[in-house]
């Protein structure tokens, strides 16, 4: 009964329908509100937001990006903006320091988009912040430490990666003021997408509870987040966010998704048996899943075939990315899975390191 549960639960990286005001959410509410934070439909509408307040008050020379980060996130920058460059970063090295000082050059004023690595990170910075721009992405470390606590002049993060929302991005100023004003589009394409991937959320907790769909039931609700995935891909304004869907994510931001993550974390790195095949990452912190590091991508790609053959499926962080950096994969540990669920999980990933 539990394997057919999980195996249930596992279909997709993406969330299932849940009630904001679930009875699974009732000890665990959230008190870090971000002052006068401002909610997109994602973090890169977020982010492009921030990069244009800036941009209209400031000449800006360069945006520099980390040289490991999201692909997507990476390339829809791109066709943004036509003067991004990348910078060494090390993932693994949550005191890795940013030398931001040394982007700027006599020719203007620069941006740096510092990454919150796998919600660990420190965001360390080399800087006197003198014609720099610090832009933090807590994507993978909403509500960490690193994102409550920031100091940059601006902070953004992907919320549908720890929010079961359809569609949700935040950006603030840490020091509390509010964000410039600056012209938004209507978002109708946003509001069909929205509404397919909640469908596709709707369907996938139809799939979870009823034992009579089978495994092609899995289609429905797998071809309707795809589709509105690539729809939003290519959409560059920025919008108005529809004001019932901004009340909807306020009122599921009320949630702490990382308690469950805390609590589950603890339970499976003291299940995990030790190999040299990959690395735990942030075994002392509470990172954004199980996060592991391989240094070689044909071993990475037998482990992943073999959780999925056993009905776990991982995530990439973040393919496409240079060899150099090694190899991370992501294990979701959120508020979907019990003690029971991480048991098996564990006992799986053991199975691989005695084979």
């Known amino acids: 009964m539990h394997n057919k549960l999980l195996k249930k639960k596992g279909y997709g990286s993406f969330f299932s329908h849940i009630s904001y005001n679930s009875n699974i959410f009732r000890n665990s509410k959230n008190s870090f509100n971000p002052i006068n934070g401002k909610i997109f439909y994602s973090g890169r509408h977020a982010i492009k937001y921030i990069i244009e307040t800036i941009k209209s008050n400031n000449t800006i020379n360069t945006i520099w990006v ?118 938004l589009e209507e978002a109708i394409s946003f509001n069909e997408i929205w509404d397919n991937i909640l469908l596709g959320m709707e369907k996938k907790l139809e799939f979870e509870e009823n034992v009579s769909i089978d495994e092609n039931g899995k289609n429905a609700f797998l071809e309707l987040v795809y589709n509105a995935e690539n729809m939003m891909h290519y959409n560059y304004d920025l919008v108005k966010i529809n004001t019932n869907h901004e009340a909807l994510i306020k009122l599921y931001l009320k949630n702490n998704y990382l308690h469950f993550k805390e609590i589950n974390y603890k339970t499976i790195i003291n299940l995990l048996e030790d190999t040299d095949d990959f690395a735990l990452v942030g075994s002392d912190s509470i990172p954004f899943g199980l996060t592991l590091h391989f240094k070689n991508i044909d071993k990475l790609n037998h482990f992943k075939s073999y959780l999925i053959s056993k009905d776990v499926y991982p995530s990439l962080l973040w393919p496409g990315n240079k060899s150099n950096y090694g190899y991370f994969i992501n294990i ?23 084979l």
């Open 332 to 354: 979701h540990i959120d508020y979907r899975y019990i003690s029971e669920d991480i048991q098996y999980i564990s006992s799986i990933i053991n199975s691989y390191i005695n």
């Open 66 to 183: 980390p040289e490991y980060y999201c692909q997507h996130v990476t390339s829809w920058l791109k066709e943004n903006y036509k003067n991004i460059k990348t910078y060494q970063v090390n993932p693994l090295d949550k005191l890795h320091i940013v030398k931001a000082d040394s982007f700027v050059t006599e020719e203007g004023k620069v941006i740096v988009l510092v990454n919150n690595f796998w919600g660990i990170s420190h965001c360390s910075l080399e800087t006197s912040k003198k014609n720099i721009f610090i832009i933090e992405d807590h994507s993978h470390g909403w509500l960490s430490k690193p994102c409550i606590e920031s100091n940059a002049d601006f902070c953004f993060a992907s919320l549908r990666k720890s929010v079961p929302v359809p569609l949700a991005g935040i950006a603030w100023k840490p020091n509390g003021e509010k964000l410039a004003d600056i012209k």
